[in-house]
Structures are given as structure tokens and as C-alpha cells.
């Protein structure tokens, strides 16, 4: 769907026809269902910021042709992702006071599908006064924070070619910055606001006034912004497991979603991420050392700790 459906929807009322918006006791099988996946592991979190739209929203902005959606768990983001089990398309649905954000994935989505980039298809974008929806083909297989430790080691090397190629995109033809000079100043607003969830810290940071870690960050930013400089690449900016489609009968990235932070920015900011949140499903330190090992010498790196510390810190202070 191109952004002409924006201009069409734009400031006008959605009707709600014969959309069917479950919040609960709904009829058609669960996304867990559709993709056979295992439960979900409790997976290093970050907060997003973003509080659930409501039904009414919900009812007002998902298309009105015939589709059943019911709620996404796993997702970061709670009720404002819904699926269509009679179509198999993702809504994600935003208060008006976020369109930006959702308008900014939407202009990623499309811009990495036409790089050859696996990624979910842009179906609709939807506006009116009360928020936006943006809704995306669904992609089958599995988020790979849901496969056990065998299934991650065996589709690493996909994901590592994924990341791989993203980051081999050529900078100048982005037009989106994802770097410091973008995230600085959201970390600065959320540490002011005192919109830090202490849970999505680094464990070793939990008690540390987020000030401090703030102040620790200010003090490195020279130097994190000359890496930055020298060594610029695409990143997808959000590189958690959960955004990470995976088919486990063939071991391949099926897809990179949830876009809405794609830009240039230093690829320790997703190396940091995609590391720390495997870490959740390898079962102890020396098999998590091993695939950190294993992804360096594929993607072709010497792995820097405090790099990846510098981004792991930052990151929870941005939502
Ligand atoms: N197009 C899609 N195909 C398959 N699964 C999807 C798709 N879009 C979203 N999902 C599922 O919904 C979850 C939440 O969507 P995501 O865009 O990552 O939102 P959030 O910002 O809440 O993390 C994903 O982790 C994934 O499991
Ligand atoms: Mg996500």
C-alpha cells in the first residue's frame, strides 16, 4: 500500500464495518497458534513507552474490511499490536501523539523492501484523529527469542548474514539516522522526565540513579561519536531477538521487523542488543561466549565489551 492511503485517511474518521475486534474469547486460532512457537522466554526487555490504545481506538482505526484480530503477547509494545487470523496480517496500532513514530516505521518498512532486505510487506497505513495503524503482511515463522538454544545455534549463521547485510548497505543511500546525535537527546528527555524503567537496565545498573548512568554516557560521548564516525552503517536499531523472524524447518531469517529506529548509527548499537538478548536463551556463560565468538569471527570483528556496554546502557534511557 503506498502513502497515497495516508493522504486519503488523513484527519478523517474511520468506520468500522465488519471488522471484528476481539480483546478476549475470540474465535480464530492465536499468533502462537499460526506459528507453532514455543512459549515465551522471558526475554532481556526494553521499554518502549508506549501505553496500550484502547478498544474504541483500536475499533476506529483497524481496516474495515472482514478480519478477526485478537491481542499480541511478546510483543514490547501490549494491545497496540493485534493479528488477523482470517487475513494472517499484523496491525500496529498507535495514539495520536505517537503517528510519528508509527509514520517513521512505516517509511522504513518501505524503503529497507525495496534494498532486497527480508522484511514484512507494508499492507495499509491508516490515520485519523485518534492515532494510526500501519499493518503488515504477516510473515510466517517465528520470532527467535521462542526457539531453544539448538534451533538459535543452527539459524546464527543466517541471522549473522542478516545483520551482515543490512549493516553492508550503502550509508549515503539511507536517509535516516539512527545515531548518537539522534538518541542523545531522547535519552536526556527520559532520564529528565523519569520515564526510566529500572527493570530495563542491565542488572548491574538497576540501583544506579539513571542520572549517573546518564552522566557516565555524557562522558564517553566523544569518543562513542568518533566510532561512530569512522565505522557508520545502517542498522536496523532495535536488533532484539523478538524482531528477528525466524523458519526453523530451514534454519533462515525470515524477516527483520519492527523498524520504526532503521538508520546510520555505529553497528555496536545493534551488535549490543542482538548479543544481549541471545543471551537470554544460550544456558550458561561459556555457550553465550561461544556464539558472541562465533558471530564476531562470521561477521568479521573483534568483539569490544565496552562498546557494547556504552549502547546496552543507552538504549533503556531512549524509550
Ligand atoms: N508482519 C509480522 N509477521 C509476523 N509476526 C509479526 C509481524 N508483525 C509483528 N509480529 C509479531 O508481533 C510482535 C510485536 O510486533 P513489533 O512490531 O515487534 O512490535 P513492538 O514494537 O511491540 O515490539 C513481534 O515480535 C512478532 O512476534
Ligand atoms: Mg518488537
Known amino acids: 500500500m503506498t502513502h497515497g492511503t495516508d493522504a486519503r485517511t488523513r484527519g478523517t474518521r474511520v468506520p468500522c464495518s465488519s471488522t471484528r475486534w476481539s480483546p478476549r474469547d475470540c474465535r480464530c486460532s492465536t499468533p502462537e497458534a499460526?506459528?507453532?512457537?514455543?512459549?515465551?522466554?522471558?526475554?532481556?526487555?526494553?521499554?518502549?513507552?508506549?501505553?496500550?490504545?484502547?478498544?474504541?481506538?483500536?475499533?476506529?482505526?483497524?481496516?474495515p474490511d472482514s478480519g478477526e484480530w485478537v491481542p499480541v503477547t511478546g510483543g514490547e509494545s501490549g494491545a497496540s499490536v493485534v493479528y488477523d487470523c482470517v487475513q494472517q496480517r499484523?496491525?500496529?496500532?498507535?495514539?495520536?501523539?505517537?503517528?510519528?513514530?508509527?509514520?517513521?516505521?512505516?517509511?522504513?518498512?518501505?524503503?529497507?523492501?525495496?534494498?532486497?532486505?527480508?522484511?514484512?510487506?507494508?499492507?495499509?497505513?491508516?490515520?485519523?484523529?485518534?492515532?494510526?495503524?500501519?499493518?503488515?503482511?504477516?510473515?510466517?515463522?517465528?520470532?527467535?527469542?521462542?526457539?531453544?538454544?539448538?534451533?538459535?545455534?543452527?539459524?546464527?549463521?543466517?541471522?549473522?548474514?542478516?545483520?551482515?547485510?543490512?549493516?553492508?548497505?550503502?550509508?549515503?543511500?539511507?536517509?535516516?539516522?539512527?545515531?548518537?546525535?539522534?538518541?542523545?537527546?531522547l535519552a536526556r528527555a527520559g532520564v529528565a522526565e523519569g520515564r526510566v524503567i529500572v527493570e530495563f537496565l542491565p542488572e548491574a545498573l538497576q540501583y544506579t540513579p539513571p542520572a549517573q548512568i546518564l552522566e557516565q554516557i555524557e562522558g564517553e560521548l566523544p569518543d562513542r561519536l568518533a566510532q561512530e564516525r569512522a565505522q557508520l552503517v545502517v542498522c536496523h536499531g532495535d536488533l532484539c531477538l523478538p524482531n528477528i523472524l525466524v523458519d526453523p524447518s530451514t534454519d533462515q531469517v525470515n524477516a527483520l521487523i519492527d523498524l520504526g529506529r532503521l538508520g546510520t548509527a555505529d553497528p555496536y548499537a545493534d551488535i549490543a542488543l542482538l548479543l544481549a538478548t541471545a543471551r537470554d536463551t544460550w544456558p550458561d556463560e561459556e555457550t553465550a561466549r561461544r556464539a558472541d565468538q562465533d558471530f564476531a569471527e562470521k561477521y568479521g570483528t573483534e568483539l569490544d565489551p565496552e562498546r557494547q556496554d556504552f549502547y546496552l546502557r543507552l538504549d533503556p534511557l531512549t524509550w
Open 34 to 63: 499460526f506459528t507453532a512457537v514455543l512459549p515465551a522466554r522471558n526475554v532481556t526487555r526494553r521499554h518502549h513507552g508506549r501505553v496500550s490504545v484502547s478498544s474504541s481506538i483500536l475499533a476506529e482505526l483497524l481496516p
Open 90 to 185: 499484523y496491525a500496529k496500532v498507535f495514539a495520536s501523539n505517537l503517528v510519528p513514530e508509527l509514520a517513521a516505521e512505516r517509511d522504513r518498512i518501505v524503503w529497507l523492501h525495496e534494498t532486497g532486505i527480508p522484511g514484512a510487506a507494508l499492507l495499509d497505513w491508516r490515520e485519523s484523529d485518534a492515532g494510526a495503524c500501519l499493518v503488515t503482511r504477516a510473515v510466517p515463522g517465528v520470532p527467535a527469542n521462542r526457539l531453544e538454544a539448538p534451533a538459535l545455534q543452527r539459524v546464527w549463521p543466517s541471522v549473522v548474514a542478516t545483520v551482515q547485510a543490512v549493516h553492508g548497505l550503502a550509508t549515503d543511500r539511507c536517509p535516516f539516522d539512527g545515531g548518537l546525535e539522534q538518541m542523545m537527546p
